[in-house]
């Protein structure tokens, strides 16, 4: 969705310590055995984005190992503050920054997106067309 380029949600940045990551990293349970490979983190990169600028996977570099997170369990050690998963990430100093576009993005329906297409006089099969391609729209039979 093109809609919501330059309004004021749709980039963003956050700024967290390495260490603080790293806590919260051992902190979920769902994280947790990796996280304690990895030893102090010393570097982040994505490993795997898609063309749209999507991350896919992370992997933080450290002193003991180099671990693979998805970016939903990255996203879960950042204390919801990354607010789309089209991001980038690099250390600088002791932090890691994220910077990043859209809120939700490539995860649903926009909804600056469809009130704009709305305005334009799009009906709303036209609209949900647009953001679930594909997708086949149908009464179900309540039983």
């Not at 963003?12 to 919260?24: E, F, G, P, V, Y």
């Not at 990354?82 to 909804?111: P, R």
């Not at 609209?127 to 679930?132: A, N, R, V």
Request: glycine share 10%; with cysteine; net charge positive.
């Amino acid at each position: 969705c093109t809609y919501c380029t330059g309004k004021t949600h749709y980039e963003w940045n956050h700024t967290i310590n390495k260490s603080r990551l790293l806590r919260n990293m051992l902190g979920i349970e769902r994280l947790k055995e990796k996280a304690k490979k990895i030893g102090t983190i010393v570097g982040i990169s994505l490993k795997e984005k898609d063309r749209a600028g999507i991350a896919h996977r992370v992997l933080v570099h450290g002193s003991r190992n180099n671990i693979s997170f998805t970016c939903n369990e990255f996203k879960m050690a950042l204390e919801g503050n990354a607010k789309s998963n089209a991001f980038v990430v690099k250390k600088q100093e002791d932090n890691i920054v994220v910077h990043g576009y859209g809120y939700g993005h490539n995860t649903g329906l926009c909804q600056i997106g469809a009130r704009e297409l709305v305005k334009r006089g799009w009906e709303y099969e036209d609209i949900l067309d647009f953001y679930f391609p594909k997708t086949r729209l149908m009464r179900l039979k309540v039983i």
